[in-house]
């Protein structure tokens, strides 16, 4: 054999050797790729589980609220939903701002109704699961939030004495109250219920409240705070609706894997992994809903010119004073049943700048996002996290997560996988 | 060359997860307080102990002779020292049930993960504290 022969020999088995490698390194790609896919553990079954829609319990009582599970109630908090009659210059409803065709969001970076609003417009849908309502969670309650925007002068702007007024003037109304409540007070006596009254900024209807007595006001908080009770049992019907994501759930646990991946494609699996692990999503958006209800501090940036917002550290002692919250009178449980409200976080410096985890259903479809809607798309949220900033006030609980782009993009396509219309939404998604 | 970063991220995360839950189980839920003078062991209304759900808790507390104790003052704060915050609630000690037994009502973890919950007893003189760990 030539001494070219030889190293012709030897170069070809380098070669072989170079093809077999890059065989077999291709081939445990491919494998590995495709087990990271699709395969899942024990434990990350089990993680998969605990979010799927099947795992949301029933809806817990809501003791504040006698009429929170009235078919009636819902009925006609529906009514009153819809209801433009209900504001200071009857053109604003709860729909205005809390728009069904968009998942009971506005699409507004801050709600504008009268005025604009200091925050987003969260949705209202599965609400009726979380212990607190608002971003800051100021009220415990879903009645007890129904009834702030209605003296709010950027929402609905009017007064109490005015609404229950309303409820006892409109013949349709006042029959469908007293079928829940039991006869409602006669309000004609302008001497007794001045025409305009309310704890409100309005100088004049202020003074006017004041000016009543303290029966006569509660007979005015007993009608508003019904009113409240009426539109959160209209709520409770809110619920999430099956997402992709939940079909692709169920099928991984009847173990029906194959047919599991028609439904999500690899990237949304793979996004899907990624939220569950390094992403580290699940700390906070946990459970069924994809929150855990809780008050964090993302290091979110305030619009410029703003001050940065003090979240929920600014509102434990109006939640702890509120006429309308599970301790007052106007609340129908019993005081020792106030579990949230009697043990909730009050030491403020944890909660500087913390806001409630929002609900992920539906994300794609509710932008924009965060508290004042300061980010307009969820390939910036994701950025946001993956950065993790110092934040202005208070402590940032988010850490870099430094992942790339690709893998962004995965967690992105898993979002989209959330998208899914409400439950009875033609029943519960229009004016009756 | 990502993926096999990602498959021996994956494999020390697995290993770290299954010893740490070894490590917390293998206690068998008695935990010993600082200077030596208390046993205490716990037990959830709800079993497993639940995520975003207010729930009470039972303590039970003896001495080392195995005597439950019974006038001792008790604090309960938490949190998870990964995250560098505490819990989302303030439980407290609201009823003596007899037996050592004390009764712990507005427990709640928000997030899945290592929680510990440090129990600080004050009987008489003695001031001692308990960590109890647990994985959620």
Same mark, same amino acid.
């Given at each position: 054999?030539?001494?070219?022969?030889?190293?012709?020999?030897?170069?070809?088995?380098?070669?072989?050797?170079?093809?077999?490698?890059?065989?077999?390194?291709?081939?445990?790609?491919? $494998?590995?790729?495709?087990?990271?896919?699709?395969?899942?553990?024990?434990?990350?079954?089990?993680?998969?589980?605990?979010? $799927?829609?099947?795992?949301?319990?029933?809806?817990?009582?809501?003791?504040?609220?006698?009429?929170?599970?009235?078919?009636?109630?819902?009925?006609?908090?529906?009514?009153?939903?819809?209801?433009?009659?209900?504001?200071?210059?009857?053109?604003?409803?709860?729909?205005?701002?809390?728009?069904?065709?968009?998942?009971?969001?506005?699409?507004?970076?801050?709600?504008?109704?009268?005025?604009?609003?200091?925050?987003?417009?969260?949705?209202?849908?599965?609400?009726?699961?979380?212990?607190?309502?608002? $971003?800051?969670?100021?009220?415990?309650?879903?009645?007890?939030?129904?009834?702030?925007?209605?003296?709010?002068?950027?929402?609905?702007?009017?007064?109490?004495?005015?609404?229950?007024?309303?409820?006892?003037?409109?013949?349709?109304?006042?029959?469908?109250?007293?079928?829940?409540?039991?006869?409602?007070?006669?309000?004609?006596?302008?001497?007794?219920?001045?025409?305009?009254?309310?704890?409100?900024?309005?100088?004049?209807?202020?003074?006017?409240?004041?000016?009543?007595?303290?029966?006569?006001?509660?007979?005015?908080?007993?009608? @508003?705070?019904?009113?409240?009770?009426?539109? +959160?049992?209209?709520?409770?019907?809110?619920?999430?609706?099956?997402?992709?994501?939940?079909?692709?759930?169920?099928?991984?646990?009847?173990?029906?894997?194959?047919?599991?991946?028609?439904?999500?494609?690899?990237?949304?699996?793979?996004?899907?992994?990624?939220?569950?692990?390094?992403?580290?999503?699940?700390?906070?958006?946990?459970?069924?809903?994809?929150?855990?209800?809780? @008050?964090?501090?993302?290091?979110?940036?305030?619009?410029?010119?703003?001050?940065?917002?003090?979240?929920?550290?600014?509102?434990?002692?109006?939640?702890?004073?509120?006429?309308?919250?599970?301790?007052?009178?106007?609340?129908?449980?019993?005081?020792?049943?106030?579990?949230?409200?009697?043990?909730?976080?009050?030491?403020?410096?944890?909660?500087?700048?913390?806001?409630?985890?929002?609900?992920?259903?539906?994300?794609?479809?509710? +932008?924009?996002?965060?508290?004042?809607?300061?980010?307009?798309?969820?390939?910036?949220?994701?950025?946001?996290?993956?950065?993790?900033?110092?934040?202005?006030?208070?402590?940032?609980?988010?850490?870099?997560?430094?992942?790339?782009?690709?893998?962004?993009?995965?967690?992105?396509?898993?979002?989209?996988?959330?998208?899914?219309?409400?439950?009875?939404?033609?029943?519960?998604?229009?004016?009756? | 060359?990502?993926?096999?970063?990602?498959?021996?991220?994956?494999?020390?995360?697995?290993?770290?997860?299954?010893? +740490?839950?070894?490590?917390?189980?293998?206690?068998?839920?008695?935990?010993?307080?600082?200077?030596?003078?208390?046993?205490?062991?716990?037990?959830?209304?709800?079993?497993?102990?639940?995520?975003?759900?207010?729930?009470?808790?039972?303590?039970?507390?003896?001495?080392?002779?195995?005597?439950?104790?019974?006038?001792?003052?008790?604090?309960?704060?938490?949190?998870?020292?990964?995250?560098?915050?505490?819990?989302?609630?303030?439980?407290?000690?609201?009823?003596?049930?007899?037996?050592?037994?004390?009764?712990?009502?507005?427990?709640?973890?928000?997030?899945?993960?290592?929680?510990?919950?440090?129990?600080?007893?004050?009987?008489?003189?003695?001031?001692?504290?308990?960590?109890?760990?647990?994985?959620?």
């Amino acid at each position: 054999m030539t001494q070219k022969a030889i190293q012709f020999n030897r170069n070809s088995i380098g070669l072989l050797g170079l093809a077999f490698f890059v065989v077999i390194a291709g081939l445990f790609f491919w $494998w590995s790729g495709e087990k990271q896919a699709s395969s899942w553990s024990a434990e990350e079954r089990a993680i998969l589980e605990s979010l $799927w829609l099947g795992n949301l319990p029933p809806l817990p009582p809501d003791q504040t609220n006698g009429v929170a599970d009235s078919q009636a109630a819902a009925k006609l908090g529906q009514k009153i939903f819809f209801d433009t009659r209900f504001s200071a210059n009857g053109q604003i409803s709860c729909a205005s701002c809390h728009q069904p065709q968009q998942h009971f969001t506005d699409g507004l970076p801050k709600a504008f109704a009268i005025g604009q609003t200091r925050r987003h417009t969260p949705s209202i849908v599965g609400t009726a699961y979380s212990p607190w309502l608002y $971003w800051d969670g100021r009220k415990d309650s879903q009645w007890s939030q129904a009834l702030a925007p209605l003296e709010d002068p950027n929402e609905h702007g009017g007064n109490r004495m005015h609404y229950a007024r309303l409820m006892s003037a409109d013949a349709e109304y006042r029959e469908a109250y007293e079928a829940l409540f039991g006869e409602i007070p006669d309000f004609s006596d302008l001497n007794r219920f001045p025409a305009d009254a309310g704890p409100v900024e309005n100088s004049a209807w202020n003074a006017a409240w004041q000016a009543m007595t303290e029966e006569n006001r509660h007979f005015v908080n007993q009608v @508003f705070s019904n009113i409240g009770k009426v539109i +959160a049992a209209y709520e409770r019907q809110l619920m999430p609706g099956e997402t992709r994501f939940d079909q692709y759930v169920e099928s991984i646990l009847n173990g029906a894997e194959e047919n599991s991946e028609a439904i999500l494609s690899d990237d949304e699996i793979r996004g899907l992994r990624l939220f569950i692990t390094e992403a580290r999503c699940l700390e906070c958006h946990n459970g069924p809903l994809f929150t855990n209800n809780e @008050f964090h501090n993302t290091g979110l940036l305030p619009f410029p010119g703003e001050l940065p917002d003090q979240g929920r550290s600014r509102v434990i002692e109006q939640l702890q004073t509120d006429p309308f919250n599970c301790f007052g009178p106007y609340s129908d449980a019993m005081v020792e049943r106030c579990f949230e409200l009697r043990y909730m976080r009050t030491d403020r410096i944890e909660l500087i700048g913390a806001m409630r985890t929002p609900s992920l259903r539906n994300v794609s479809n509710t +932008a924009p996002y965060m508290h004042k809607g300061q980010i307009t798309s969820l390939t910036e949220v994701l950025e946001h996290y993956n950065q993790a900033a110092l934040a202005l006030i208070g402590h940032n609980e988010a850490e870099p997560l430094g992942l790339s782009r690709s893998q962004l993009q995965q967690i992105e396509a898993f979002l989209n996988t959330l998208d899914a219309a409400f439950v009875d939404s033609e029943e519960w998604g229009q004016s009756p | 060359m990502l993926n096999f970063k990602h498959f021996f991220i994956q494999i020390i995360a697995g290993t770290t997860f299954l010893l +740490a839950a070894l490590s917390v189980s293998a206690a068998e839920d008695v935990w010993q307080s600082s200077g030596g003078s208390f046993v205490v062991s716990y037990s959830s209304e709800i079993m497993p102990v639940p995520i975003n759900q207010i729930h009470q808790w039972v303590l039970h507390i003896e001495n080392t002779a195995g005597q439950p104790v019974e006038n001792a003052e008790l604090v309960i704060t938490g949190g998870m020292p990964e995250h560098d915050h505490g819990m989302p609630t303030s439980p407290v000690v609201t009823e003596y049930l007899g037996d050592g037994n004390f009764l712990v009502e507005g427990m709640r973890f928000h997030m899945m993960g290592y929680w510990e919950i440090i129990l600080e007893i004050t009987q008489g003189s003695l001031n001692e504290s308990v960590l109890i760990a647990l994985r959620i």
